[in-house]
């Protein structure tokens, strides 16, 4: 058993919230290249120093705490959404470190922590875990491109001479993280953890109309090449069509919407849109994909524009390692006897591209509402420290 | 007959074209209170002096350039759309400036001229002749707030001690406004100039939705209050009942669209949209409003969502002067026999503010391609010329 510190795992959680805290509720602004983000893993550094671990940081800006020789990785990511709450992330990564500092304490197994970089995706989708992982090349990931124009290569250029090199992942044996649900399951439930089975595969692309700017009083309805109709047409009707695809678990999502010129007298000639979407079957992502092309190329032929679709981004279904998850559910059941679950994530993680490079798991504990991506999230500090003693329970079987 | 001087006209244009010039074919960049905006002002300001006018700046930042005693006066607006052309007001205003110039010279009627502020609306619609004319309060107008946030007061400030007081309207006998068509009728027909029989009525709100923001893996379709998704509802639904209510003259337009947060990974929880809609017939746009109000708080019920109206800017219907469109029908037969017609202006004109205090008219030149409030925005020099001979023979024939 890792005698992990309840109390001490609780104030560095806090410790690492007031760093780009947002001053509503307990919310978080500390979007990837940030100085507060860049802030955070520099306190992390000195956390893992402090816990006689090695601080490493690899070309994306991700922050390592690494024990001597092979050991067993564990954490998350300290980024934020331009409005995320304080546990999207940090809980992995303050949990990791704890367990990691408590072993060390105790003479227990060697376990490394790790802070991936943009896992929210300000440049992609997991930037920083995806191109360790080659799930995204190497080569390619300094070109992606922010919503404001700036590229990764740009963005990281604050992080200065902390870059480093790539580390060998064969010195880690596996990877485990802990995660808020981010979803109603386990709230709704009453159950205090949740094993993942597998992550669901996402799909992200950027969609553009152009169609021609105009003024809006005197260009005859008929005559108008709308972007802006043409992307609530394009709407509607892949609402339409998705029904004969998905499953209850399949979600789909157009959250940015960029209008050209976007003023009131001006019909809009141009619109760039994202296109999100998500389920557990590569198939069925597949398929949807197929909807959304068909869709957009109807639309842009009826109503006479133009389409463009961006590069497309994503990560495939991952199944989480049978071992790691025979460990978890021992411990769940150990610590909240019948009051444990497995499930799917909904959400993607870092995990999804460890798997690719080691045995790889995750658990969940609840979040309250199953809000998160919010200022708003959150989840009861006893259910926090569960998730820290069950983590710790099976970490210790998997190394023992 | 007033000597207007054709090539001192169009040279006068290409200098004002020159000031926040995008350097995109003739397009200009020269918003309200913009910098260029205030430096095309100060510009015309001495072209108004040396023509021997007595510069006037009313408290919106409108300037004038008056004759003495009563006079007749002309114009239009320097400012410009986010991306404007070159002809949009500010043909008006130097039409005005090059009549009035020749009729001193010559001896002839005393003309005034105008320029007026934020006709394109960054603060609203028409802004400066509105205020002026007391169709928008004149306490109300300084509180009035731009896309950013920033207040009309605080945008004029950088006008600094240019700002004078109103001007008394009884001064002023008549108001006569030159403009590109900014539709594609007489382009289409071969028409030279159109003789604007009445202004349509133009309304125009900000509608708000508020849902619940939330992770975009995790929250099945189902428990979704996604903003972007009531916009899009809302938008075929609208379209649809319109169909009941609207003539082929009738136009509507949503043209701005701010969803919150606007990323890829979350639900959208707020969105703020523009809803504009124009027509001849004040019954209608009367009916409009309410099938813009049912169908808003219909999909809010539906959604179970917070629903908002911004307060409603506009303006009514505006028939133009009978005896200026008899003065406009006389010179156009006289200078281009058969090429032109009587025709309503789709677009709204500081002419619809002026018809509250004096006898008001309009007159058109041809828009190539229809195309306006883009850099695109062009009209043959010919076809100008034509406009500043009809209106220079109109006003003699209303001021002789």
């Known amino acids: 058993m890792i005698p992990v510190q309840p109390d001490r795992f609780l104030a560095d959680l806090h410790a690492l919230r007031a760093i780009g805290a947002s001053g509503v509720g307990k919310g978080v602004v500390r979007p990837a290249y940030s100085p507060d983000d860049i802030a955070a893993r520099d306190w992390l550094a000195g956390r893992f120093a402090e816990a006689g671990l090695e601080v490493a940081w690899d070309p994306m800006g991700s922050v390592f705490g690494l024990a001597p020789g092979q050991s067993f990785l564990m954490g998350s990511h300290s980024d934020t959404q331009p409005e995320g709450g304080w546990l999207d992330g940090a809980l992995g990564v303050i949990a990791a470190l704890e367990i990691a500092r408590a072993a060390r304490e105790a003479g227990g197994p060697p376990l490394s922590c790790v802070s991936f970089q943009d896992e929210e995706g300000r440049f992609g989708v997991t930037t920083g875990s995806a191109a360790w992982a080659q799930a995204l090349d190497r080569e390619t990931a300094p070109t992606l491109v922010d919503r404001d124009g700036i590229t990764l290569a740009e963005a990281r250029a604050a992080m200065g001479d902390r870059l480093g090199d790539w580390l060998d992942p064969a010195r880690f044996t596996g990877f485990m993280e802990m995660h808020i649900e981010q979803g109603p399951l386990l709230d709704q439930t009453g159950g205090k953890i949740g094993v993942v089975e597998a992550i669901v595969g996402i799909r992200d692309m950027v969609i553009r109309f152009e169609g021609q700017q105009n003024h809006a009083g005197t260009t005859p309805m ?77 639309i842009a032929a009826e109503k006479g524009m133009g389409l463009e679709f961006g590069s497309m981004l994503g990560v495939p279904p991952v199944a989480m390692d049978a071992g790691h998850r025979r460990a978890l559910c021992a411990a769940a059941e150990a610590q909240v006897p019948g009051a444990w679950r497995e499930m799917p994530s909904g959400a993607l993680h870092d995990a999804s591209n460890m798997a690719r490079l080691m045995p790889a798991s995750m658990l969940f504990v609840p979040s309250i509402g199953g809000i998160s991506h919010d200022f708003a999230e959150d989840t009861d500090e006893a259910d926090l420290v569960t998730g820290l003693k069950v983590m710790a329970d099976a970490v210790a079987r998997l190394t023992s």
Not at 264 to 291: C, N, T, Y
């Open 222 to 298: 008929h005559m108008r090449a709308d972007a802006f109709q043409a992307l609530s047409a394009f709407n509607q009707r892949i609402n339409e069509r998705f029904r004969n695809v998905v499953t209850p678990a399949t979600v789909w999502t157009i959250g940015h919407v960029a209008l050209h010129p976007n003023a009131h007298s001006v019909v809009p000639g141009k619109v760039a849109f994202s296109m999100q979407w998500r389920d557990g079957d590569a198939d069925r992502l597949d398929r949807m994909e197929q909807i959304i092309r068909d869709t957009a190329a109807e």
